[in-house]
């Protein structure tokens, strides 16, 4: 696994767990009472988006670092994925 690839597959990783991440514990606008004219009533008024982007990233190292591990190991290769056996004998 060269650097480029590790660091594609943080990226992905990090924006899936980032993505799970934002929908938790955000306050609405008509929760806490304060509806700015011109806005949804479902907009956020509290997101923490520093505080959610910073969880994810340790989250994602967690998940990287195993991924890595098992790529690594030679746990999983390509091969495991071969169905239709079209990479011929090893």
């Known amino acids: 696994m ?30 806490s009472g304060k509806v700015e004219p011109g806005t949804h009533e479902g907009a956020p008024q509290v997101h923490n988006l520093g505080k959610k982007a910073l969880i994810s990233t340790v989250v994602a190292l967690v998940i990287w670092l195993i991924a890595v591990g098992i790529i690594l190991s030679g746990w999983i290769s390509v091969r495991d994925f071969d169905m239709f056996n079209r990479m011929g004998p090893t």
């Open 2 to 31: 060269s650097v480029t690839s590790s660091l594609v597959l943080l990226a992905i990783i990090w924006v899936m767990v980032f993505f799970v991440a934002l929908p938790i514990r955000v306050q609405t606008q008509s929760e």
